[in-house]
């Protein structure tokens, strides 16, 4: 049975820092393609940053130059190290795993919280 766990969620003030991590279990994680996304309350849940099995990663314009994906294949976690937060930022994030060849084989964890205020 596959699963995603995030953690490292919270409450943070503005222009604070915090890491998500999400483990992956019951998968060949190396063969999928891993991703955070994130909803606001009363929004779309929206992709926020991916990695490759080959370590090609990608963020959307609104965290560039502050949050930072990367993953370590033999522990089997993606991490999401977010800088500078704002809180705009605030919002569930979403672990997500997406195989590279089986397009259909798609898995979601069940959210970390994180907040941004004063």
């Known amino acids: 049975q596959v699963q995603l766990v995030e953690s490292g969620g919270g409450l943070v003030q503005p222009g604070g820092s915090l890491k998500l991590s999400c483990a992956a279990s019951?998968?060949?994680?190396?063969?999928?393609?891993m991703g955070w996304y994130r909803q606001a309350p009363g929004k779309q849940r929206e992709l926020v940053a991916t990695?490759?099995?080959?370590?090609?990663?990608n963020c959307v314009d609104p965290v560039k130059g502050r949050f930072t994906i990367s993953r370590s294949n033999t522990r089997k976690t993606v991490y999401l190290q977010m800088n500078s937060l704002k809180p705009e930022d605030t919002g569930v994030y979403y672990c997500?795993?997406?195989?590279?060849?089986?397009?259909?084989?798609?898995?979601w964890g069940r959210g970390t919280q994180v907040t941004v205020s004063s």
């Open positions: 997500n795993a997406v195989h590279q060849q089986i397009r259909s084989s798609i898995y």
């Open positions: 019951g998968m060949f994680f190396s063969a999928y393609t």
């Open positions: 990695v490759t099995s080959n370590f090609n990663t």
